[in-house]
């Protein structure tokens, strides 16, 4: 008896595009990654680790849990981890989502809630932010039902890069005992953070990147600051290994080295400023951010995104595309803090294709 495939798998989700393979000369600013190469002390860590991948890694990861939790000045079983926050975010909607659960997503907002949402059979609840991309609490939370299980807030927002007000996190968590996952991948750059509220809301899980303030995105490793209740639950459902012993050995090397992340991020924030000073020279608007990216308007040329995405595509110049994504209109991109001579040479050309 003939099956196919299709009738035997879960409901179908659109495939996932390949990235394009990129030469050595691309200027890569499409992806809010760390412009350089992570401290000398997590390569070193890493290549002494290398000889010892014959073996598994720790269970339940207590060395690095340990290493997170002294950084963060919090206990170990207030701490889980896994491959990068986009694994988090999925393990987190695991434990709570059954089908036609609901996840509230304050939008524009970072794609992954969406999709891994839906994934897993959730409904995905979209409410408009304010006109300056902050949360607008009273519709949020009229917007509650039975069925919500989860709010996520990115914090600051990708692609946004508004950090929100703290008032409206605080009002969220006072008014609702769902889950509020608020994502502080960006937190290195920003230094704002709500975790020191866990303690008060065992409804509030902080999510966190070692990607974007560290430079480990290849590597991928985040982690969580929760009640140890909810890091107990989330540990039934993680994978035994949760995350490899390089990421490890990385991990525990990169939250020693403090001292490079500072001075690394101290220049991107520099090139940052300069960055969005320059491309509002040349007439674009460019909005306030609190992190390592910039969302831009490129309504003044009457020019659409796409448009002038491609056209930098062509030169090997990659930015990422908003245009029309749920929340912006057709002239939204996102562009990061490359290097200084990334930076400017992403200038040059842009200048070139000012209208
Ligand atoms: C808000 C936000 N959360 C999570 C992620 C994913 O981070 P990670 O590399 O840790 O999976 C990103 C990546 O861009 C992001 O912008």
């Known amino acids: 008896m003939e099956k196919s495939i299709r009738s035997i798998v879960r409901e179908q989700l659109p495939p996932k595009q390949a990235g394009s393979i990129r030469s050595d000369r691309a200027i890569r600013l499409d992806k809010g990654e760390f412009p350089y190469p992570p401290s000398p002390q997590v390569i ?5 680790a290398a000889s010892g991948i014959n073996r598994y890694p720790e269970v339940l990861t207590n060395t690095l849990r340990q290493a997170i939790a002294d950084y963060n000045q919090v206990d170990l079983d207030q701490i889980f981890v896994g491959n990068g926050s986009d694994d988090l975010i999925e393990l987190v909607l695991k434990i709570c989502i059954e089908p036609g659960d609901e996840v509230i997503l ?13 994934m897993l059979g959730g409904v995905t609840i979209s409410i408009p932010r304010q006109a300056d991309f902050e949360l607008d609490v009273a519709a949020i939370l009229a917007a509650i039902t039975s069925r919500t299980k989860l709010i996520f ?3 600051p927002n990708n692609p ?3 950090l929100v007000d703290r008032a409206a996190l605080i009002e969220l968590l006072d008014q609702t005992d769902c889950l509020i ?7 290195e750059i920003c230094q704002t953070t709500i975790a020191a509220e866990i303690e008060k809301y065992p409804n509030l899980i902080v999510l966190r990147s070692l990607s974007k303030g560290f430079g480990l995105a290849g590597l991928r490793l985040g982690y969580g600051i929760t009640s140890p209740q909810m890091v107990d639950y989330l540990y039934r459902i993680a994978q035994i290994f949760p995350v490899n012993q390089l990421a490890i050995a990385a991990g525990i090397a990169a939250l020693t080295d403090l001292d490079y992340v500072e001075t690394k991020l101290a220049e991107i924030k520099k090139e940052r400023q300069q960055l969005a000073e320059s491309m509002q020279a040349l007439g674009l608007k460019v909005y306030r951010s609190d992190t390592n990216f910039l969302l831009v308007s490129c309504a003044a040329w009457n020019m659409t995104s796409s448009v ?4 930098l595509a062509q030169q090997e110049i990659f930015v990422a595309d908003f245009g029309g994504k749920p929340g912006l209109d057709d002239y939204h991109l996102r562009v990061a803090t490359g290097t200084p001579a990334e930076n ?3 200038l040059v050309t842009l200048q070139a294709l000012k209208p």
Not at 44 to 48: D, G, H, L, T
């Open 153 to 155: 807030i990115a914090n």
């Open 181 to 187: 996952v608020v994502d502080e991948c960006y937190f």
């Open 160 to 162: 946004t890069a508004n």
């Open 44 to 48: 070193s860590a890493i290549q002494a």
């Open 308 to 311: 002038l995405v491609s056209q």
């Open 106 to 118: 304050p939008v524009p907002t970072f794609f992954v809630y969406g999709a891994a949402s839906q």
């Open 344 to 346: 400017q040479a992403f």
